[in-house]
């Protein structure tokens, strides 16, 4: 393989692949909290799959400031944070924080309409 070969090889391969995650005009992939954040920073909202990323490693820093639970505070019944906090405890959400997080969930995809976003 000539040098000329190797440079059109390494051209090739950056054109295939998405921008750098970090710098200007970088493009996070979707479906991480990067994304999510690139979605946020562009004044767009996340698409379901980042949002769902970004939920998660959201609850993973959450999870690694865990304090013993009989510290964890009460649980704010019917609102989507009473939700979280259910799951957090790795239980069953009461039905009003199952209507809080619907409702949220449904606040969010008429947003998302709203916008003319349609992902
Ligand atoms: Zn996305
Ligand atoms: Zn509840």
Do not use: W
């Amino acid at each position: 393989m000539t040098d000329d070969d190797l440079d059109q090889l390494i051209r090739d391969l950056k054109l295939g692949q998405p921008r750098a995650v970090r710098g200007p005009g970088a493009r996070a992939a979707c479906g991480t909290a990067s994304g999510y954040r690139r979605h946020r920073a562009n004044g767009e909202s996340p698409c379901a799959a980042c949002h769902q990323a970004n939920t998660e490693t959201q609850r993973e820093h959450y999870h690694q400031g865990v304090k013993a639970p009989e510290r964890l505070k009460q649980i704010a019944h019917g609102t989507l944070k009473g939700y979280k906090q259910h799951r957090y405890r790795k239980e069953q959400a009461c039905t009003m924080c199952l209507e809080a997080a619907r409702a949220d969930s449904a606040a969010r995809a008429r947003t998302r309409r709203a916008k003319g976003n349609t992902q």
